[in-house]
């Protein structure tokens, strides 16, 4: 086998593998929405001082990014879930 040849079949079986569709599952997927302190904020129905300080006090949780705060759909879910149990 030449050099050429080589080299052209090493690159076909990298083309097979990049062509292949990445399957992710649906909790992965639900879990990469990110957003806003603004989106929360509608979203709760909270003011944007609130969102501060339940992040503050732990009891929102968040991704930081330098000085962007973005929530995952679990974050908010976690929050609804514990201030409806406390409301009981």
Known sequence: MSRSTQVNSQEGSMEEKV???VDTS????RKR????VE????LCGIS???VMREIR???LGC???RRTLRFSEEHITK????VEQGAK
Not at 26 to 29: A, G, M
Not at 33 to 36: D, I, Q
Not at 39 to 42: L, P
């Open 79 to 82: 929050y609804l879930e514990k």
């Open 19 to 21: 062509s292949k569709p």
């Open 63 to 65: 991704y930081r990014a």
């Open 57 to 59: 006090r732990k009891r």
């Open 26 to 29: 649906p909790t992965l997927e």
């Open 48 to 50: 944007r001082s609130t």
């Open 39 to 42: 989106d929360v904020k509608r």
């Open 33 to 36: 929405a990110k957003y806003t």
